[in-house]
């Protein structure tokens, strides 16, 4: 009885013991960056100037929390590989290197990646390259091969520090089809959020039982497109909707901040987003007493209070060497200067130099642009490469879509609409102007002019009522009820500033249907290559439109002009 007793107690000692093992005692720091946008270094490569921000600063922070012991979970939620010349010219140029964007990431010792719009933007060849050059998890538990339940990335993934057991499950926006052209992500196709979180938590409950549970998001908090398959912006709907989720790491919507929602079981789910270009980071502090129950808290640190690390830009300085020398390239030069500013008040060289190139390259009956710079300049002589990147912000494709006359008509009125005023007296205004009179009261990168057509602008007339079509540029006639090839750029192709669809009136869904062309570069890296092979840039007024009656809209605009740029 006592052999029983004795081998009974030690039995039990050892229960106890094993449980003293397993319970937690633990601080993790999860630590995330977010729509990084290319901000890999501390300087601008156009201007040579220093710049905020950048993951040579995250890397000093990184450092010095694990020089102090800090138990470090390093993860980014999307929307790298566009935003800067760094990652640009490994997109398009340095195709054969190891993408830049990855080697920086793998230096910071990221541990899992989600992919944004602006990584999936780019095309697959470009994309699978990131993936495949990242040593970090690559996550994406709604993004499935086409036609399939395969997934093109793996779900989540299981990270362990300290004895704990943290869950990591990837979602990506689903809105990306609204924007990006299927011939960018052939392969794909995007869940909507909440159900694939749904699945995925579910397995992970009955089969991983982690401690914690983390979600990293490349969509906003709320709002944004909704249709009846998706939402752009589900986080919240999805920590309110699906419970187990501790904290979310988020982002696409660039708003930096930390919140707490309450899902359907009544917890706590904390919310925390970094931002944009590496200014700030989330920082999420999970801490296990004794007991093994955690507490965790949000919080966001300013990376301008931390130098550049000096080794991670010295172990970078080849890829930075490579991208100086490309942004300094020089591609050709231009027989004139051509100035963003004219295309406020008529024709000018500088916009219609981008119809000219648009309908070069698609053979499109008629061009759409619009100034993407507001004070800017091509200059005269020597072009570079950092020249064009500067003219052409955003790396968007063109399309090519049919319009009929009637609708080409109705987008310009619109456009027009929120360019000028009506105006009763050659003493008005021939820009439409805030209240204060000193600024445009509408962006004016949704003032497009058209070419391919000869038409007027009548600034007498009322909204709806100012644009005369007389015929097309090669002479023939111009028809309400014919069908035309209208170039644009992909932005507005698919809704933006809502010219083509509360303008010409056509619809979302309609769009799809009326593609008839994609590029699969974007406007950028044609116009770098349209003056590379020419040599020479010869940016002229094609003069195929003008403002009407001439008596009062010329005086009136360079009364405008002196308003706005002091001329």
Same mark, same amino acid.
Not at 57 to 85: A, C, F, W
Not at 342 to 358: N, R, T, Y
Not at 503 to 513: C, P, R
């Given at each position: 009885?006592?052999?029983?007793?004795?081998?009974?107690?030690?039995?039990?000692?050892?229960?106890?013991?094993?449980? @003293? =093992?397993?319970?937690?005692?633990?601080?993790?720091?999860?630590?995330?960056?977010?729509?990084?946008?290319?901000?890999?270094?501390?300087?601008?490569?156009?201007?040579?100037?220093?710049?905020?921000?950048?993951?040579?600063?995250?890397?000093?922070?990184?450092?010095?929390?694990?020089?102090?012991?800090?138990?470090?979970?390093?993860?980014?939620?999307?929307?790298?590989?566009?935003?800067? +010349?760094?990652?640009? @010219?490994?997109?398009?140029?340095?195709?054969?290197?190891?993408?830049?964007?990855?080697?920086?990431?793998?230096?910071?010792?990221?541990?899992?990646?989600?992919?944004?719009?602006?990584?999936?933007?780019?095309?697959?060849?470009?994309?699978?390259?990131?993936?495949?050059?990242? =040593?970090?998890?690559?996550?994406?538990?709604?993004?499935?091969?086409?036609?399939?339940?395969?997934?093109?990335?793996?779900?989540?993934?299981?990270?362990? %520090?300290?004895?704990?057991?943290?869950?990591?499950?990837?979602?990506?926006?689903?809105?990306?089809?609204?924007?990006?052209?299927? @011939?960018?992500?052939?392969?794909?196709?995007?869940?909507?959020?909440?159900?694939?979180?749904?699945?995925?938590?579910?397995?992970?409950?009955?089969?991983?039982?982690?401690?914690?549970?983390?979600?990293?998001?490349?969509?906003?908090?709320?709002?944004?497109?909704?249709?009846?398959?998706?939402?752009?912006?589900?986080? %919240?709907?999805?920590?309110?909707?699906?419970?187990?989720?501790?904290?979310?790491?988020?982002?696409?919507?660039?708003?930096?901040?930390?919140?707490?929602?309450?899902?359907?079981?009544?917890?706590?789910?904390?919310?925390?987003?970094?931002?944009?270009?590496?200014?700030?980071?989330?920082?999420?502090?999970?801490?296990?007493?004794?007991?093994?129950?955690?507490?965790?808290?949000?919080?966001?640190?300013?990376?301008?209070?931390?130098?550049?690390?000096?080794?991670?830009?010295?172990?970078?300085? +080849?890829?930075?060497?490579?991208?100086?020398?490309?942004?300094?390239?020089?591609?050709?030069?231009?027989?004139?200067?051509?100035?963003?500013?004219?295309?406020?008040?008529?024709?000018?060289?500088?916009?219609?130099?981008?119809?000219?190139?648009?309908?070069?390259?698609?053979?499109?009956?008629?061009?759409?642009?619009?100034?993407?710079?507001?004070?800017?300049?091509?200059?005269?002589?020597?072009?570079?490469?950092?020249? $064009?990147?500067?003219? !052409?912000?955003?790396?968007?494709?063109?399309?090519?879509?049919?319009?009929?006359?009637?609708?080409?008509?109705?987008?310009?009125?619109?456009?027009?609409?929120?360019?000028?005023?009506?105006?009763?007296?050659?003493?008005?205004?021939?820009?439409?102007?805030?209240?204060?009179?000193?600024?445009?009261?509408?962006?004016?990168?949704?003032?497009?002019?058209?070419?391919?057509?000869?038409?007027?602008?009548?600034?007498?007339? +009322?909204?709806?009522?100012?644009?005369? $079509?007389?015929?097309?540029?090669?002479?023939?006639?111009?028809?309400?009820?014919?069908?035309?090839?209208?170039?644009?750029?992909?932005?507005?192709?698919?809704?933006?500033?809502?010219?083509?669809?509360?303008?010409?009136?056509?619809?979302?869904?309609?769009?799809?249907?009326?593609?008839?062309?994609?590029?699969?570069?974007?406007?950028? !890296?044609?116009?770098?290559?349209?003056?590379?092979?020419?040599?020479?840039?010869?940016?002229?007024?094609?003069?195929?439109?003008?403002?009407?009656?001439?008596?009062?809209?010329?005086?009136?605009?360079?009364?405008?002009?002196?308003?706005?740029?002091?001329?």
């Amino acid at each position: 009885m006592k052999q029983y007793k004795l081998l009974y107690l030690l039995g039990a000692l050892m229960v106890m013991l094993a449980s @003293c =093992q397993n319970t937690k005692e633990a601080h993790i720091k999860i630590v995330c960056t977010g729509d990084v946008h290319g901000h890999l270094f501390p300087n601008d490569f156009l201007t040579g100037n220093q710049a905020s921000g950048s993951l040579a600063r995250v890397s000093s922070y990184l450092k010095e929390l694990r020089r102090h012991g800090e138990n470090v979970i390093y993860i980014d939620n999307g929307d790298m590989l566009q935003g800067t +010349p760094a990652t640009y @010219c490994y997109n398009t140029f340095a195709v054969g290197h190891t993408h830049v964007a990855a080697e920086a990431l793998n230096y910071l010792q990221c541990d899992a990646v989600v992919l944004g719009n602006n990584d999936i933007e780019p095309g697959g060849p470009t994309y699978q390259r990131y993936v495949d050059d990242l =040593q970090g998890m690559v996550l994406g538990a709604n993004i499935r091969f086409k036609g399939t339940e395969q997934l093109f990335l793996p779900p989540y993934t299981i990270v362990e %520090r300290e004895g704990v057991k943290i869950a990591l499950i990837g979602l990506t926006t689903p809105a990306i089809p609204h924007w990006i052209p299927k @011939c960018q992500w052939p392969e794909l196709e995007f869940d909507d959020m909440e159900q694939a979180a749904q699945r995925f938590m579910s397995y992970l409950r009955e089969n991983v039982h982690p401690d914690i549970v983390v979600g990293l998001f490349h969509s906003g908090y709320e709002g944004g497109i909704v249709t009846e398959n998706y939402a752009e912006n589900a986080t %919240r709907a999805v920590a309110e909707q699906v419970p187990g989720f501790d904290a979310i790491f988020y982002g696409h919507d660039h708003q930096a901040q930390t919140r707490k929602v309450i899902n359907i079981e009544g917890d706590t789910v904390l919310l925390l987003n970094p931002g944009k270009e590496a200014n700030r980071v989330a920082t999420l502090d999970i801490v296990f007493n004794k007991k093994g129950e955690a507490t965790l808290s949000a919080s966001l640190v300013d990376m301008d209070n931390y130098t550049p690390d000096e080794e991670y830009m010295m172990t970078l300085s +080849p890829h930075i060497e490579r991208i100086n020398k490309y942004v300094n390239r020089t591609i050709g030069t231009s027989t004139q200067a051509a100035a963003t500013r004219d295309a406020l008040f008529g024709p000018s060289a500088f916009v219609d130099f981008i119809h000219k190139m648009q309908l070069d390259i698609s053979g499109a009956d008629i061009s759409f642009a619009a100034p993407l710079q507001y004070d800017d300049i091509l200059p005269e002589g020597e072009v570079q490469v950092k020249d $064009i990147y500067r003219l !052409f912000p955003y790396e968007n494709l063109l399309y090519v879509l049919w319009l009929t006359g009637r609708e080409i008509k109705d987008y310009l009125e619109m456009s027009y609409s929120h360019w000028i005023a009506q105006m009763t007296s050659p003493n008005d205004h021939l820009l439409l102007l805030d209240a204060s009179e000193t600024k445009l009261l509408h962006p004016f990168y949704h003032f497009d002019s058209a070419a391919g057509i000869i038409y007027e602008v009548d600034v007498t007339k +009322p909204v709806g009522h100012r644009v005369n $079509i007389k015929r097309m540029a090669n002479g023939t006639a111009f028809n309400m009820d014919a069908r035309y090839m209208v170039a644009m750029n992909s932005y507005r192709a698919n809704g933006g500033g809502g010219l083509i669809t509360e303008g010409a009136g056509i619809t979302h869904e309609q769009l799809q249907e009326r593609i008839e062309y994609t590029t699969t570069a974007d406007l950028r !890296f044609y116009v770098i290559n349209y003056i590379d092979i020419k040599k020479s840039a010869d940016p002229q007024i094609l003069q195929q439109w003008k403002f009407v009656p001439e008596r009062w809209t010329q005086p009136a605009g360079k009364r405008d002009r002196k308003i706005l740029f002091e001329e």
